[in-house]
């Protein structure tokens, strides 16, 4: 059996060891659930709605496609992907956040893992996730359970937000994800922790394998085309094509 591909080293100065790293991210999703949507804009340089419906678009969502958007935190994929298709399914391994995207996003909503979905082999045209990759344990697991519940020909896209390569390029988006958002997430919620989420979240970004070790898994886990297109230097959409 293969070993675990994690998308970054254990950050130990959140959790103590890879073993914790699931309830650590488990928690400090669900306690800062209710203020997510006010300062993910922030976070994506204040790319909304329109930037994710054209990296739908992009990755090939069509009308009348079922997708699954998965790790969908309070539903701003899903909800970009309801303006192109009716059949939207979401899944996140946070209650707490599907319990607060709920008003906003009125889909099907299943609380899972994404290393062991409770779907059937072959049901979905498309998968979806946007910027968690980098909260997952294993890309091996997930991108072959991804292949699993594809059926042939079907897609995937991963959005993801990646290192420049730049010095200056990174040091904006370190002073930005790394200082300004989590002020501002602290200021407008008043809590700590949506504090630490941010400050967690550029971590996981400044520690997560290349893409091309990401371009591979997806190759291994047996999907072809598989392509990175990148816009603003930052913003990655990774496509691929079940065999």
Not at 54 to 63: C, H, K, P, T
Not at 69 to 77: E, I, K, P, S, W
Not at 127 to 136: D, M, Q, T, W
Request: hydrophobic share 45%; aromatic share 10%.
């Amino acid at each position: 059996m293969s070993s675990a591909l994690p998308p970054h080293p254990p950050l130990d100065k959140y959790y103590e060891g890879a073993a914790r790293r699931e309830r650590f991210v488990r928690d400090i999703f669900d306690e800062t659930a209710e203020w997510y949507d006010s300062i993910i804009g922030m976070l994506s340089f204040g790319s909304g709605g329109l930037y994710r419906r054209m990296a739908l678009e992009r990755g090939g969502l069509q009308r009348g496609m079922r997708l699954l958007d998965l790790a969908t935190g309070t539903g701003v994929v899903a909800r970009a992907a309801s303006a192109i298709t009716d059949h939207i399914v979401t899944a996140d391994a946070s209650l707490g956040m599907l319990l607060a995207g709920r008003a906003k996003t009125r889909l099907p909503a299943v609380e899972a893992k994404a290393e062991g979905l409770p779907f059937r082999g072959g049901v979905f045209d498309m998968v979806s996730i946007g910027y968690a990759l980098r909260h997952f344990a294993d890309l091996q697991a997930v991108f072959a359970e991804f292949h699993r519940i594809l059926r042939p020909g079907a897609k995937i896209l991963i959005l993801e937000i990646t290192r420049p390569r730049s010095r200056f390029g990174l040091a904006v988006l370190r002073f930005h994800l790394n200082r300004v958002v989590p002020l501002f997430a602290r200021l407008r919620s008043g809590s700590r922790d949506a504090q630490k989420l941010m400050h967690y979240f550029w971590d996981t970004i400044d520690s997560c394998v290349p893409p091309d070790t990401i371009l591979s898994a997806l190759r291994a886990a047996g999907f072809d085309d598989v392509r990175r297109h990148v816009e603003l230097g930052v913003f990655s959409e990774y496509t691929g094509v079940k065999r």
